[in-house]
């Protein structure tokens, strides 16, 4: 229900009614800039601003005349005025209403996306601190390496989150500027200081220079922006898919009461939460190359980066915001099992131990090399014994690579037995978990 209310937020700032609005809106900022300069007079002024609405239905059949949009949207607005119409769109040209209201409508969802970051920041962080002991197994290459805690895999997601929080609140600054500088953005028919007022009555700054259109890389920005977000969220995505698959089990996406996972196999739950968040980040991802393809436009603009817009910009807020909401749910609701991520980390029968091993040998005084060696050829049994199905623990509960290295006798000439066994301590691998999560959560 979330999810559902906060795509309908959004979508509301990208319908036709919406378009119109924002473009009204810009034209009312103009006829109170030519009021304040001196040109319109007060009386017609107000009436504009008071009476001045629009139609979607009779702009369409405007249009299907004209050919134009913002030309059937200016006789729609006229038809609601008087004489003081011809005041409306005064020294503009389309690029200007048209460009400056996009610059609205973007400025008023990135505002969304920036909240919906934080929602899920936060989160993320509560998850985190839940989890900041719980001990899991780091996997490089898909395979085990060395135990960490599920608390600083969510602490990871947390620092990448800031850092997108950061590039959507910098490309706010690129993207909410606006324009009103005339057909080929030479201030011919109207003054800069027309534009000043005009856009601080807005909201926005105004683009310290133009040609006839607001220019394109600064779209481009957005589209980067919004991709680069995806492809995070995907990633944390991916994890969760990877750690509910039967043979890792280590956290579920919530399956609720009466929820079925197959029509064939009753028995299934599947991801299909982050599943459906891994193909939006691929559609996201693909606007970025028709935004990049708009900035090159000719000479002081043509019109083909239009038709990719009016796809691309109300798609790409629109999913990027239905993404985070859903996110946001299967991280606030995902069961995790801490109890399966010890009995996977005690699967290799100690492996996980082997670096600790191999640091305290040159201590010693044994060479890198040797020492190598030593650790090597213990676990390369230890795998063999994995592969034949033998247990990786003897009656006492100790671990296969722990008893092949307290057997191998050039090993103990050079550690003792207290030494070796001290290698095999969980917590010397969450000793410094304070200190980074201190480093994420208290910047």
Known sequence: MVERYAREEMKKLWTQEARYAAWLEVEKAAVKAWNKLGLIPDEDCEKIVKNA?????RIEEIEAVTKHDLIAFNTSVSESLGEESRWFHYGMTSSDAVD????LQMKASLEIIIEDVKMLMESVKKRAFEHKYTPMVGRSHGIHGEPITFGLTLAVWYDELKRHLKNLEDTMEVIAV?????AMGNFAHAPLELEEYAMAELGLKPAPVSNQVIQRDRYARLA?????????????AVQVRHLQRTEVYEAEEFFAKGQKGSSAMPH???PILT????????IIRAYVIPAMENVALWHERDISHSSTERFWLPDSFITSDFMLHRMNGVISKLTVMPENMMKNLNLTGGLVFSQRVLLELPKAGVSREDAYKIVQRNAMKVWEEIQQGKPTTNEKGESLYLQYLLSDEELRSKLSEEQIRECFNFDYYTK???????RVFED
């Not at 609405?53 to 239905?57: D, L, N, T």
């Not at 400056?100 to 610059?103: L, N, Y």
């Not at 410094?432 to 201190?438: E, G, R």
């Open 275 to 282: 599943e459906n968040i891994t193909g939006l980040a691929r």
């Open 268 to 270: 299934k739950r599947n």
């Open 178 to 182: 606006g324009q009103i500088s005339g």
């Open 53 to 57: 609405k629009f139609s979607v239905q």
């Open 224 to 236: 980067s922006a919004l991709a680069l977000l995806a492809s995070s969220i995907e990633k944390f």
């Open 100 to 103: 400056t209201g996009v610059a």
């Open 432 to 438: 410094n978990v304070d200190a980074i999560f201190k």
